[in-house]
T-cell receptor, first 116, second 114 residues
Framework: AQKITQTQPGMFVQEKEAVTLDCTYDTSDQSYGLFWYKQPSSGEMIFLIYQGSYDEQNATEGRYSLNFQKARKSANLVISASQLGDSAMYFC?????????????FGTGTKLQVIP | DGGITQSPKYLFRKEGQNVTLSCEQNLNHDAMYWYRQDPGQGLRLIYY???????QKGDIAEGYSVSREKKESFPLTVTSAQKNPTAFYLC?????????????FGPGTRLTVT
């Protein structure tokens, strides 16, 4: 079974509009962390936002917010006021403990294109 | 400046040759990771390490080997047993402070095997 599922291979959004990128996860751990990364065409991975499984409030970082619904096991990324520079691949990831080790698993990503 | 370096950025090899990809970090992070990324795909975990001289297989370890002789270094060898080695390889590191530590990534190495 997939640990991290991103069901949107590609998304389009008009500049200055908000967009939601979906992420669902699967784990039996009580303690885990959820992350979103951005990968521009240059290939570098840029950390955007983090949500802990015990955090009661949704995480926010500037124009990024994470819509965390623990019961549904979803951690959607919301980008407000989209900019042309937001065009990139976006990956959801989960850190959990596996056999005494911390393991980080990534989803397959969503390609976001911002239209002028 | 602290960070992760991977070298070289582009690497070309003939089929049947082993090749070693370098990864060095000066962030004093305990954990290091190797991922493989194919075009239009996500990151798949090859190996990870939390401490010197100890490492664990990830989801696609077959055909790869690693070593962790120093905290700062985590080289990946792509062996001739790896059937489809052409890919983009990313190295990452992180602190070990519960589940909250984000990963820091290197710039990646694009390996082409012909």
């Amino acid at each position: 079974a997939q640990k991290i599922t991103q069901t949107q291979p590609g998304m389009f959004v008009q500049e200055k509009e908000a967009v939601t990128l979906d992420c669902t996860y699967d784990t039996s751990d009580q303690s885990y962390g959820l992350f979103w990364y951005k990968q521009p065409s240059s290939g570098e991975m840029i950390f955007l936002i983090y949500q802990g499984s015990y955090d009661e409030q949704n995480a926010t970082e500037g124009r990024y917010s994470l819509n965390f619904q623990k019961a549904r096991k979803s951690a959607n990324l919301v980008i407000s006021a989209s900019q042309l520079g937001d065009s990139a691949m976006y990956f959801c990831a989960m850190r959990e403990f596996s056999g005494g080790y911390q393991k980080v698993t990534f989803g397959t990503g969503t390609k976001l294109q911002v239209i002028p | 400046d602290g960070g992760i370096t991977q070298s070289p950025k582009y690497l070309f090899r003939k089929e049947g040759q082993n090749v070693t990809l370098s990864c060095e970090q000066n962030l004093n992070h305990d954990a290091m990771y190797w991922y493989r990324q194919d075009p239009g795909q996500g990151l798949r975990l090859i190996y990870y390490s939390q401490i010197v001289n100890d490492f664990q297989k990830g989801d696609i370890a077959e055909g790869y080997s690693v070593s962790r002789e120093k905290k700062e270094s985590f080289p990946l060898t792509v062996t001739s047993a790896q059937k489809n080695p052409t890919a983009f390889y990313l190295c990452a590191s992180s602190r070990l402070q519960g589940v909250a530590s984000e990963q820091y990534f290197g710039p990646g190495t694009r390996l082409t095997v012909t």
